[in-house]
């Protein structure tokens, strides 16, 4: 990969974190999510799975924080982002995992609507409300379904969404 498709891509990440564009990653941009998908899955901020969400967004974000806001201003701007969070969520993916696991875990509590595991199109819902193209999203979703049986494990959408937002050497 030249240094312009690493570029294109490592942009195209901080804009999937950077929900409403402004520019940095703060804590809006994961709250802002947590009601997106809320939302779209009609479920309130008050009920167990609602406050599960928005917990689980705050670790997600206080987790991106202590990795990549290397000034404490609350804000990770895209520079803080490439050599903070890119290159050390690189080096140990494990550590992307644990920070982002309570997020996605109550994400699948609300999407995998019979306990059977996500389907293919919640998880197409689930991206499309955090932004991903209608086509980008179909992709992914089927892509997570590794084993072809219709459904994503929390481990596989783990694995997926790792590589989807934190290795730009991987489309
Ligand atoms: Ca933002
Ligand atoms: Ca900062």
């Known amino acids: 990969m030249d240094s312009s498709e690493y570029e294109r891509k490592i942009a195209s990440r901080f ?5 409403d564009g402004n520019g940095y990653i703060d804590r809006q941009d994961f709250s802002g999510a947590a009601a997106a998908i809320l939302s779209e899955f009609s479920v309130t901020a008050r009920c167990g799975k609602g406050q599960d969400l928005y917990s689980g967004a705050e670790a997600f974000w206080q987790g991106m924080a202590g990795i990549a806001d290397v000034d404490g201003d609350q804000r990770v701007t895209r520079q803080e982002f490439i050599t903070g969070a890119v290159k050390r969520l690189r080096d140990n993916p ?8 309570p997020f996605l875990h109550a994400v699948i509590a609300i999407a ?29 979703a089927s892509g997570l379904d590794s084993d072809g049986d219709g459904r994503i494990s929390e481990e596989q959408a783990l694995a997926g969404f790792a590589a989807y937002y934190v290795t730009p050497e991987q489309p």
């Open 15 to 19: 804009a999937a974190f950077d929900q």
């Open 94 to 101: 494990q550590r992307f995992a644990e920070i982002a696991r």
């Open 112 to 140: 995998d609507e019979d306990g059977q595991g996500m389907t293919v199109p919640a998880v197409e819902r689930v991206l499309r409300v955090l932004g991903v193209s209608p086509g980008g999203a179909a992709a992914v």
